[in-house]
């Protein structure tokens, strides 16, 4: 009977703390990748919901109110583009919140919305 020791060779002592090392840092890797896939999924709808909002309070009149919403509710380096069309507004909010993580990843989100009618005249 030949005993198991004698079956591996010298050099296979440090095989099974490579593969270890090897799988750790796969998994950290897929972590990372779900994480920050996850972060851009919400931050791609932080970007709708302030575009919708800032759409809906131009719409009523109140530019100001629109960019202070943009500013609370999008990724921190969001901006904002307003268009108007006739009576249509067209806005866009547009961020690139992990440009270190996902350097190819631009957000950007649009909303539209129909200026209200004034009392004016």
């Known amino acids: 009977m030949i005993s198991r020791d004698r ?47 800032a759409a809906r309070l131009i719409a ?17 380096d969001a901006h904002m583009t307003v268009r108007t069309d006739g009576d249509t507004i067209n806005v866009e909010v547009s961020a690139n919140p992990m440009a270190n993580l ?5 957000l950007t989100a649009r909303a539209y919305a129909v200026l209200e009618p004034t009392s004016d005249g």
Request: aromatic share 0%; with cysteine.
């Open 60 to 76: 009523r009149g109140e530019p100001e109110r629109a960019d202070s919403a943009v500013r609370a509710m999008a990724p921190q």
């Open 102 to 106: 996902l350097p190819g990843l631009h």
């Open 7 to 53: 079956c591996q060779s010298p050099n296979d002592s440090g095989m099974a703390t490579v593969e270890a090392a090897m799988a750790i840092v796969g998994l950290v890797l897929v972590l990372t990748l779900g994480v920050a896939t996850i972060t851009a999924v919400i931050d791609q709808l932080r970007c709708t919901d302030a575009a919708r909002e």
